[in-house]
């Protein structure tokens, strides 16, 4: 069974602060996706990462894919009380037509 | 972009009856939509894999009697929670990948809104 491990599962921190999340598996992934997602809303795309040890940047989001596309990473510069919200990471498999889910990241940026 | 429109975003029914829920996508063909429960601050739990044309596929513990997929066209697929019981009440998610591709496997999946169901 593939996991998708992601750390932590919640944070609250400072506007102004930097944070980081993880998400750790065993296995190699294809592409891994980070979404966000807001209260009694659906999931949104933010970045889909492909290659090993690709980095892409989203205004004050870095996402990182490990060199081996086991892990992947969120970075948020000086959060700021919008980026508020539920993580999570989605990783993909050439075998599977279903994403590996993550548990989750709750966010909260306190002013 | 692509968009997955989920309809009701709300709904509050009665124990004992049956809520349909419907997922459309409006820009895009999606032979493959799929079905997710999530509970308060919870990652999504894949409930089933909705597939155009053919039965759906239930994923372990989920009863296929009681959440009955349909998938009729390359553009709606419904979830229909039969009996619903109070332990029913969630908020339940559809998501679509875009046919076709190089790629399909890594393809982003565009997301619904949500249905917030309470049995009541």
């Known amino acids: 069974t593939q996991l998708l491990e992601q750390s932590p599962q919640f944070l609250s921190i400072q506007e102004g602060e930097n944070l980081t999340v993880y998400c750790n598996s065993s296995?190699?992934?294809?592409?891994l996706q980070w979404y966000r997602q807001e209260p009694g809303e659906g999931p949104v795309l933010l970045v889909t990462v492909v290659t090993g040890g690709e980095v892409k940047k989203l205004k004050r989001l870095t996402f990182q894919f490990g060199d081996a596309r086991k892990d992947s990473s969120l970075h948020i510069t000086a959060a700021q009380t919008g980026d508020t919200g539920l993580y999570l990471c989605?990783?993909?498999?050439?075998?599977?037509?279903?994403?590996?889910w993550g548990a989750g990241t709750k966010l909260i940026i306190k002013p | 972009g692509a968009v997955v429109s989920q309809h009701p975003s709300r709904v509050i029914c009665k124990s004992g009856t049956s809520v349909k829920i419907e997922c459309r996508s409006l820009d895009f063909q999606a032979t493959t939509m799929f079905w997710y429960r999530q509970f308060p601050k919870q990652s999504l739990m894949l409930m089933a894999t909705s597939n155009e044309g053919s039965k759906a596929t239930y994923e372990q513990g989920v009863e296929k009697d009681k959440f009955l997929i349909n998938h009729a066209s390359l553009t709606l697929s419904t979830l229909t929670v039969t009996s619903a019981h109070p332990e029913d009440s969630s908020f339940y998610i559809c998501?679509?990948?875009?046919?076709?591709?190089?790629?399909?496997?890594?393809?982003?999946?565009?997301f619904g809104n949500g249905t917030r169901l309470t049995v009541t």
């Open positions: 998501s679509a990948r875009q046919t076709g591709g190089l790629s399909s496997y890594n393809s982003p999946l565009h």
């Open positions: 989605a990783g993909a498999t050439d075998s599977n037509y279903q994403l590996i």
């Open positions: 296995s190699v992934f294809s592409s």
